[in-house]
């Protein structure tokens, strides 16, 4: 493995798994796990050199994250989320901002919600602002938490020059939230992705950020890609580090278990050979697919280059694709072998956690609409549309 911080997540396997399983860490990340992903620097892959980060390629980051994901998924999706929020934070706040947050004695881990269920006015340089934010993933750990707010002025939404209503996030300390504590779900229990109010509060500007991400303030490749194109980056390599895992799981216990009557083991009947060897090349393919337009991605950020709106839908697409592929191959590793049913499942919590995460709204069917038109124009033009 090329990758070291892929393989810094391998060198953890051993402690995650232990501490996944232990009853106190059901529901948000293991507290020895988050110290080991602190030491090892991997909540800041995709934040500026300038500020203590790596500055990785997208693909270093899916890597990383897949490792990660094939050992616990909640755990990679906690990282891969907290990683989001704190590139946003690193990239689109304020220089007086960054320096509240960065500027400690060790690094900030922070969470975000995205969508605009706050609201805020602006007057004398601050904005008044309140409301309730859903799915803080990572919010147990995290240091400084940011939720979108719509902006008011006298009594309705302030609308932009682009027909877009004005939203803007806040990095807040967490002491200037409240958590709601109501996280109860049947998959991805571990991400501790609770909802939290933020009380009513005056926030000063230099605070808040473009919550549509489109004014950095500090170059980076995630800047240069965009923060859609991370947040996609993310959300496909952990459904690809799921199905390794089922995958591998499905091999492990098939090639132990016995057909009834039989003096073979399952692994050895062609009914398996033939299942897993289509559903594994799906996998592959999936996962090519992935480093394919991922790559271009990085190539066009290296040059500085921006991503055409063709290049956005691919990364769209391939997102949304290899999220039904991985949920299927998932559903299929489960389904291959009997003891799948028994606890504990290693395939049991692999089924429940790609059902989760397949319900995201990153990888929902409007994805693949939106992404149609340029992409069935380019077929309908005879060329290969890259």
């Not at 007057?123 to 995290?142: K, R």
């Not at 995958?247 to 098939?254: M, N, R």
């Not at 063709?310 to 769209?316: A, E, G, K, P, T």
């Amino acid at each position: 493995m090329s990758n070291p911080y892929a393989e810094r997540a391998r060198d953890l396997r051993d402690l995650i798994e232990t501490e996944a399983s232990k009853p106190e860490n059901a529901a948000t990340m293991s507290p020895v796990s988050v110290a080991a992903l602190r030491d090892a620097g991997l909540f800041w892959l995709l934040v500026p050199k300038a500020l203590g980060g790596s500055d990785v390629s997208t693909m270093t980051f899916i890597e990383m994250v897949e490792e990660l994901a094939s050992t616990d998924a909640p755990t990679a999706w906690s990282l891969m989320a907290n990683s989001v929020a704190t590139m946003v934070a690193a990239t689109y706040s304020s220089d007086a901002h960054v320096e509240r947050m960065f500027g400690g004695d060790r690094l900030p881990i922070m969470s975000s919600t995205y969508a605009p269920t706050g609201k805020a006015t602006f007057a004398d340089g601050h904005y008044h602002a309140s409301g309730t934010h859903n799915w803080g993933t990572g919010i147990g750990h995290a240091d400084w938490v940011s939720g979108a707010n719509v902006v008011f002025d006298n009594g309705a939404p302030l609308m932009q020059n682009d027909g877009k209503p004005r939203v803007v996030g806040a990095f807040l300390r967490k002491d200037q939230i409240r958590l709601a504590g109501n996280w109860d779900v049947i998959g991805l229990q571990a991400t501790g992705s609770v909802d939290y109010v933020v009380p009513e509060q005056d926030i000063p500007e230099d605070w808040t950020f473009n919550q549509y991400w489109t004014e950095p303030q500090r170059a980076s490749k995630s800047a240069s890609l965009g923060t859609l194109v991370v947040v996609c980056a993310g959300h496909t390599a952990v459904m690809l580090g799921i199905a390794r895992r089922a995958l591998s799981e499905a091999a492990k216990q098939a090639s132990k278990k016995k057909r009834l009557y039989s003096a073979d083991c399952i692994a050895n009947t062609p009914v398996f050979q033939n299942d897993f060897l289509k559903h594994e090349a799906l996998f592959q393919a999936a996962r090519a697919l992935t480093s394919n337009v991922f790559s271009e991605a990085d190539r066009l950020a290296e040059a500085g280059q921006g991503l055409s709106d063709l290049q956005i839908q691919r990364v769209r697409q391939v997102t949304t694709w290899t999220h039904q592929v991985c949920k299927d191959v998932v559903n299929y590793a489960f389904g291959s072998v009997s003891s799948a049913l028994r606890n504990p499942s290693p395939l049991g919590k692999c089924l429940t956690d790609v059902a989760v995460a397949a319900h995201h709204i990153i990888a929902g069917p409007m994805s693949l609409i939106d992404a149609a038109p340029p992409i069935i124009a380019g077929w309908a033009e005879d060329r290969w549309p890259t």
